[in-house]
């Protein structure tokens, strides 16, 4: 065992080598642009593309026409937000997404407004589950679109896309999910759950960070306006040249993710479950949020009321750890999803993300278990002692 242990795969995970190397060759040898027609290197690169498109596709029950490649998730999300709000502003003015969303369809959504969009955010139950009740009353004759991620990149609950789907569908409203932590993680089936939209990041899936995907069901049903233009590539939904490598990569992981789901899904749960049990039995007064039942299977996030997390994880430098969101990371606030779900601030301000992933080995578990329950143990007689 290397230290330091990696615990933070939700943040980003490594390149699998098995990736890396089908990239290699499209950096140097194959390095043909595929928008170049009439040579054989870029016959090469389009050819590879195209391949990419398809282990996309499969993963997640699609065609590879509805494969539009982009930077990463939050461009996608972005596409896919402001996509349809511009393409269809004459039928309707409203969008309904939740207040745990990641922030790249929050500000999304938010940026929308000044151009007379309404934003409704739909009520969370206690264990960060949405609503579906209150989804269906929010949905008006001016909905557009409903955005509901596919699985929280904090607490990393799980949402009943089928159910949400299905409602969307009988509403005639467009349904999009931002899947960048649940893809490869959990089976997704954009035909049998009914979405239309929905947003891969290949950085969480161990393919290399700036590239990604959105899938955009029944093309030609489901128009969007595009955010870039240029030279009209991916159909004129995404101009710029394209990241070949990085495209090879993200249609690699797709295919080791589809083959390996099953077993890395459950070994990573007996792991994850192995933590929590460890935790729960090592320490009193600790908080675990969000359902249990309807998560990641890499995924334990938990409180620890009258501690600073910040001390604690400086406390623990030999295990990489987060509070929260990488992309929030920064912000010195409680965290906003703990706090939609109406936990106390305590709570929301103490959290520990645990991400698990496919090189987390047992020992390391053991390890980091053994390290959390010490420290914590040490800094709350530390506490105890200054306050006597």
């Known amino acids: 065992m290397k230290l330091p242990i990696y615990l933070d795969y939700h943040a980003t995970t490594p390149v699998d080598p098995r990736v890396l190397e089908a990239m290699l060759p499209f950096f140097a040898e194959s390095f043909g642009n595929p928008a170049s027609r009439n040579h054989k290197f870029g016959w090469m690169a389009a050819t590879a593309v195209e391949n990419a498109r398809k282990q996309v596709a499969k993963l997640i029950n699609a065609s590879a026409k509805e494969i539009v490649f982009t930077s990463g998730a939050s461009e996608s999300d972005n596409l896919a937000i402001k996509g349809v709000a511009h393409r269809y502003h004459d039928r309707g003015n409203h969008i309904i997404t939740m207040a745990t969303e990641h922030k790249a369809v929050l500000d999304s959504a938010k940026r929308l407004i000044p151009e007379g969009i309404t934003v409704t955010l739909a009520r969370l139950q206690p264990d960060g589950l949405v609503d579906l009740d209150d989804l269906k009353r929010a949905i008006t004759d001016k909905t557009l679109l409903v955005s509901i991620m596919a699985a929280n990149n904090e607490i990393g609950v799980i949402q009943p896309l089928a159910e949400i789907g299905l409602l969307c569908r009988e509403r005639g409203v467009l349904f999009h999910t931002d899947a960048a932590q649940a893809t490869g993680k959990i089976p997704i089936d954009v035909q049998a ?16 960070k700036g590239i990604g995907a959105l899938c955009v069901i029944r ?4 128009e969007l306006t595009p955010i870039l233009d240029g030279g009209g590539h991916e159909g004129g939904l995404r101009s710029g040249t394209l990241n070949v490598p990085g495209i090879v990569g993200l249609g690699k992981a797709c295919e080791f993710c589809r083959q390996d789901m099953p077993e890395e899904s459950r070994r990573l749960a007996a792991l994850r479950d192995r933590l929590k049990d460890g935790l729960l039995a090592g320490l009193d007064g600790i908080h675990i949020n969000g359902s249990l039942e309807h998560r990641l299977p890499n995924n334990l996030n938990v409180s620890f009321p009258g501690l600073d997390v910040a001390t604690l994880m400086s406390a623990m430098s030999d295990i990489a750890l987060s509070s929260g969101s990488a992309c929030t990371s920064g ?44 420290t914590v143990k040490k800094l709350r007689e530390m506490g105890s002692t200054a306050a006597a």
């Not at 093309?219 to 489901?222: E, H």
């Not at 106390?344 to 390290?371: H, K, M, Q, W």
């Open 219 to 222: 093309r030609g049903a489901v």
């Open 331 to 374: 912000t010195p606030e409680p965290s906003y999803v703990l706090k939609a779900l109406g936990v106390s601030e305590e709570v929301a301000n103490t959290p520990l993300r645990f991400g698990l992933g496919r090189f987390t080995t047992e020992e390391e578990i053991d390890y980091c278990l053994r390290r959390v329950v010490e």
């Open 193 to 208: 759950m009914q979405i239309d939209l929905l947003s891969i990041a290949g950085h969480k899936m161990y393919a290399p």
